[in-house]
């Protein structure tokens, strides 16, 4: 070979070199934080995971609501190598088989265990996921606003990370991940058993009764946590459960007229010797005529009479003994123009009335002419059971309650007397099991629609508490438009009596 070939040879090969070198330097030294960058942007990806939603726990500590595992599959259709096998597994999936520009699909079904198990196929990739699930279907309405109240308490805290994957998204080194935070478990105050009794009971009185709606709250009167609740509606589809306990207001009707006397008590307005001087004739006030819901009259009745009669006359006079100036003054501090505070979200607040003229403070008298939910009218009626103090109402047990004097135990233990004895002599006595003691009332509301009362529509409810002396449990039942009959003497009282007969031994 001529030697000036020779030394071209050797000139390229040193100028090959040094390009070599120069080019490994500027990728490896001078280009180092960029391709590294792009490296690590290829392999190593965020991610993002989500901790479990605490629990919900009934008194007993048993599940509420809770977490249940499930897997999801993804679908590499270029990994896979029988397609075929796909249609017997999934018949649902020609679309994706047939569609060549179709890659992945991720299925919306929820698999179990075993299936993940025996299908782990090479394009199948699988991830696992949580649902939540009510294991004894109580309660639901309360379960949502529960979570929904809770929300910060019982949501999982987010983490982010990196994790190193491969092209199909696959994680490739498990132990760069970081465990999320879990929410925190809430415990609340229903009873399971007695849940479970509340909710069957309900339902049959829908039924029986013929009714729109029925609604029930069971109460501990002294710290005030809610042992049950629930209420249903007939819908065309069938019964469905609701949260009208602490979202409907309603005209409580005669239910409110203890506490109408309580008040006339506590104010010494009127004493245990009262009798009705105007009981013998309807009572007028102005053009206005109030009568008895059965048109009858009970002459010189006295407090005992009025509550057993629930006689409306003899309390139109009682609460102008008490005169508007008292009456409202209680009606504030019972704080039933407010919410009740209860733990649930959707709480109606009631439309706080500014003009009452003697008519209105008349029917007030025997709960006409105002409105309140379920919660808000058994806050008010506990005071009587627990001696005077107002708690308010609640579902977790980490809720502490102060409870707020507005009634002398003198003045309670006279209503509790008065009570016993209208449920002795009047006529829910039939309702009663023997050896059973309650102190309650029964209520009749008529229904204002378009701001005129309906001659046809009634509230129907029944409250009290039971044993009398130390109770065990405050409860309301409403039912809303029976058609079986409209007084709730006999569509809500049975209801109540039958459910505290069963639930007294289980408090």
């Known amino acids: 070979m001529p030697p000036l070939r020779i030394k071209s040879v050797k000139v390229t090969i040193v100028v090959c070199f040094f390009a070599i070198i120069f080019r490994m330097f500027y990728w490896q030294i001078i280009k180092f934080d960029a391709i590294n960058l792009q490296a690590t942007n290829q392999l190593i990806k965020p991610s993002i995971k989500t901790g479990q939603k605490g629990n919900i726990y009934f008194q007993d500590n048993s599940l509420l609501a809770g977490n249940e595992l499930y897997y999801q599959l993804s679908l590499y259709k270029p990994e896979i190598k029988d397609l075929e096998s796909l249609k017997t597994k999934f018949p649902n999936l020609d679309s994706f088989i047939n569609n060549p520009k179709q890659k992945w699909i991720t299925l919306k079904d929820h698999f179990d265990y075993n299936f993940y198990l025996n299908n782990q196929e090479k394009g199948f990739i699988w991830e696992t996921k ?39 998204n696959r994680s490739l080194i498990t132990n760069l991940q970081s465990k999320a935070n879990s929410g925190q478990d809430l415990k609340v105050t229903l009873n399971k058993t007695i849940q479970s009794i509340l909710e069957k009971s309900l339902k049959t009185g829908l039924t029986k009764y013929q009714a729109d709606a029925v609604s029930a709250i069971i109460l501990n009167p002294s710290n005030g946590e809610i042992i049950a609740m629930a209420s249903f509606e007939a819908t065309p589809s069938g019964i469905t ?128 002419g105002f409105a309140l939910t379920q919660i808000q009218l058994i806050r008010t009626f506990n005071t009587l059971a627990n001696n005077g103090y107002l708690v308010t109402p609640h579902l977790s047990t980490q809720i502490k309650t102060n409870n707020l004097p507005i009634f002398s135990s003198k003045t309670t233990e006279s209503l509790k007397e008065i009570l016993k004895y209208g449920v002795e002599e009047g006529a829910v006595a039939q309702f009663k099991s023997k050896n059973f003691e309650a102190c309650g009332k029964s209520g009749t509301a008529q229904v204002a629609l378009g701001g005129n009362y309906t001659n046809n529509q009634t509230m129907a409810s029944y409250i009290g508490f039971f044993p009398c002396n130390q109770p065990k449990a405050t409860m309301v039942v409403t039912v809303d438009n029976p058609k079986s009959s409209p007084w709730g003497s006999s569509t809500a009282a049975p209801i109540w009596f039958d459910l505290a007969s069963i639930i007294s031994n289980l408090i």
């Open 130 to 168: 949580f649902t939540r699930f009510y294991p004894n279907q109580l309660a639901i309405p309360i379960i949502n606003g529960l979570e929904n109240y809770y929300q910060n308490f019982l949501a999982g805290k987010t983490k982010y990370t990196w994790e190193k994957k491969d092209a199909l």
């Open 241 to 368: 459960a609701t949260n009208r306990e602490h979202s409907y207001l309603f005209e409580p009707g005669s239910v409110f007229k203890p506490i109408t006397i309580a008040i006339g008590l506590e104010s010494k307005a009127i004493d245990l010797n009262y009798q009705c001087t105007q009981c013998s004739q309807p009572y007028q006030i102005g053009d206005n005529q109030i009568s008895n819901w059965d048109n009858t009259f009970h002459p010189h009745a006295n407090l005992k009479d009025t509550i057993k009669y629930s006689d409306n006359i003899s309390m139109s006079e009682i609460i102008k003994l008490i005169g508007k100036d008292n009456f409202l003054q209680y009606f504030d501090k019972l704080e039933i123009n407010q919410k009740s505070g209860i733990d649930l979200p959707g709480e109606s607040r009631p439309i706080e009335k500014k003009y009452w003229s003697p008519i209105d403070l008349a029917t007030a008298s025997f709960g006409q």
